[in-house]
């Protein structure tokens, strides 16, 4: 140890004086800096920590302290060893299910999540949830080619009408506009904004051999649920607001949720993909709806 503090202060001698005399650039300045910290950290058998892995530095916070910028105070734990062993999975997974055409995950376990709801009337905006088996569900969409202050506009209010719905996800065709055009929010939480995907004329142009499945309902048809066969993950390629085209890759959750909203785009509702079993089981509560809808609208529907 003793060495280690007298090969420190030579080498933090040497940097200072030359940088003083600006002698050093400000790049050799800073090579000389990691250079002590190689060396130092060589001298405990470990890598620079600006250099770690953040596995290597989760939970294990340096015991290194500095007063004002002249003295070093060498660490006292073995970070070559595991501070603390962490499990695979930690927390009980969630059970997914969707809500106003997009997903919401709630808890297998203790943990409280709302329920989605349909909002009727949402302040800020005229769109409305539509139920099966309205026309506009099964309808055509068409691809944006306006890109303006309009689209911007039915993007927000979608993002209003979805958060209202206690949802994650939402398609235009189940607000009545048949575009192509989708927003989700993994999160399911406005506050989280940051989280918000919106997207436009999207399209999959990759996707995973393997699926999965997993419980999914849809705000369009209420009081049901059913499980789904989805891709692990998609490759996706749509345009923003501007028009500019992005490419992404979605997994697991968020694959999940792309892949409800897409097939709504295409006129493709979740109950088309249950197996002969799970249509049995919702079928008496489609027939309510299609009764309910009758009556209230006539024959003008698509089932």
């Known amino acids: ?27 050799t300045f800073s090579t000389s800096l990691i250079c002590m910290s190689s060396v130092l950290s060589r001298a405990h058998a470990l890598r620079p920590a600006f250099v770690q892995g953040p596995s290597m530095l989760v939970g294990r916070p340096l015991s290194t302290s ?10 006292t734990t073995d970070y070559t060893k595991p501070r603390y062993s962490y499990k695979a999975s930690v927390l009980p997974l969630a059970r997914r299910h969707l809500s106003a055409g997009g997903l919401r995950a709630s808890a297998a376990e203790s943990v409280p999540v709302e329920e989605e709801v349909d909002p009727g009337v949402v302040e800020g905006t005229d769109l409305r949830i539509l139920k099966y088996p309205h026309p506009k569900l099964r309808a055509p969409d068409e691809e944006v080619s306006v890109f303006d202050d309009e689209l911007k506009r039915i993007v927000k209010e979608m993002f209003l009408v979805m958060y209202a719905s206690k949802g994650v996800g939402l398609a235009a065709p189940q ?24 997207l436009i004329n999207p399209k999959i142009v990759a996707e995973s051999d393997g699926t999965d499945v997993e419980v999914e309902a849809c705000l369009s048809f209420p009081d049901m649920q059913g499980k789904v066969r989805r891709h692990k993950w998609i490759k996706v390629e749509a345009q923003d607001l501007k028009g500019k085209k992005i490419k992404k ?10 892949q409800h909203e897409y097939d709504h785009l295409d006129g493709t509702v979740y109950i088309d993909r249950l197996d002969e079993e799970g249509r049995k089981e919702v079928q008496p509560t489609l027939d309510k709806l299609i009764e309910q809808y ?10």
């Not at 500095?66 to 660490?75: C, L, Q, S």
């Not at 890759?249 to 792309?258: H, I």
């Open 1 to 27: 140890q003793n060495q280690q503090r007298a090969l420190c202060g030579r080498v933090r001698k040497m940097t200072t004086c030359f940088a003083r005399n600006n002698l050093l650039s400000i790049a």
């Open 66 to 75: 500095v007063a004002g910028t002249r003295h070093i105070a060498f660490p």
């Open 175 to 198: 607000v009545g506009i048949n575009k192509r055009i989708m927003v989700f929010n993994p999160e399911g939480d406005k506050k989280k904004w940051l989280k918000e995907v919106s």
């Open 249 to 258: 890759k979605y997994d697991g959750w968020e694959a999940r949720v792309f």
């Open 294 to 303: 009758k009556a209230e609208n006539g024959d003008d529907y698509a089932l």
